[in-house]
């Protein structure tokens, strides 16, 4: 199976609500399709903020990415923050995650983003495997932290 990557568009809001409901399910991350769909529209419409990849077959994707945009002076300019990866169980372990990722990030690179940053679950040892095979490291002395609004 291949891991190519599609820019979701307005008319992918169906494939992509699908496959975000469930990563949201796997995760116990409680979301109306309402807001799910508010969020997702403006990342289909081209907002500058962010973007969305279906990942596999255009007409039967089997995951997603969204990657959302912001600004680092430490880190010398434009950065992404991988907001959501997710590939189906079903078609997980086939190297496709790796895949997407080398695949994007010289695309990445190439638009002037200076630095990938993402966070994964303290327990999930066979992402942080992956992420580190892929170059990405903890910073030390670093900790992630959120205030909601």
Do not use: C, W
């Not at 199976?1 to 809001?13: F, I, P, Q, V």
């Not at 596999?56 to 300019?77: A, D, L, T």
Request: hydrophobic content about 40%; overall charge neutral; cysteine-free.
């Amino acid at each position: 199976m291949s891991a190519a990557l599609h820019l979701a568009k307005a008319d992918d809001l169906p494939r992509l609500q699908s496959l975000v409901a469930a990563f949201h399910a796997q995760e116990g991350i409680a979301q109306t399709d309402e807001d799910r769909t508010a969020a997702l529209t403006p990342l289909l419409k081209g907002t500058p903020h962010g973007a969305a990849y279906l990942i596999g077959p255009k007409n039967g994707p089997v995951g997603y990415i969204v990657v959302s945009f912001g600004y680092s002076v430490e880190m010398g300019g434009i950065i992404g923050f991988i907001d959501e990866f997710y590939i189906r169980e079903n078609v997980r372990g086939r190297g496709m995650g790796g895949e997407v990722l080398r695949t994007l990030m010289p695309a990445l690179a190439d638009y002037g983003v200076k630095a990938l940053h993402l966070e994964v679950e303290r327990t999930n040892e066979g992402a942080k495997r992956l992420y580190s095979r892929l170059g990405f490291e903890a910073r030390d002395g670093h900790h992630l932290m959120t205030r909601r609004f």
